[in-house]
């Protein structure tokens, strides 16, 4: 079921770009890891801020294929972990980020939402 509104999944995608900064220093991880989370952190907000959410005007990025990143982008974030050999916090912090995209990315509605949103308002105003 699709739950999550365009509007709500921007403000999801902000927060999660705060969060692969400041995990790696919470959790005291170095190194590789520390830098694939900030790298991450990085093209997310570029994703982010490039995507046509609804009310951001013209951007390059459908919100569909904003969807499709993220998709390849958790279940990549999952199995990272066994390809690069990493253990202990770093393989688990991979496998619950990689985990939480994938429930963010089930719960949003990519396609159609921009629409009924849309509508939603419109309704609203009368």
């Known amino acids: 079921m699709k739950l999550i509104p365009a509007s709500v999944h921007r403000s999801l995608d902000m927060v999660s770009v705060i969060g692969l900064i400041a995990a790696p220093i919470l959790l005291g ?21 490039s995507t046509k959410f609804p009310d951001t005007g013209h951007k390059p ?14 279940i ?14 770093a393989r688990g912090y991979y496998i619950v980020v990689g985990a939480v995209l994938l429930v963010i ?11 009924a949103e849309r ?8």
């Open 105 to 115: 990315w089930a719960s949003s509605n990519y396609g159609r939402q921009y629409g």
């Open 29 to 49: 991880m170095s190194g590789p890891p520390a830098i694939v989370s900030y790298v991450l952190a990085a093209i997310h907000l570029i994703v982010t801020l």
């Open 119 to 126: 509508a939603q308002k419109a309704r609203e105003r009368v």
């Open 76 to 89: 990549v974030l999952i199995v990272l972990p066994w390809i690069v050999n990493w253990n202990g916090v």
């Open 61 to 74: 990025l459908s919100l569909r294929n904003h969807g499709m990143i993220e998709l390849v982008v958790g």
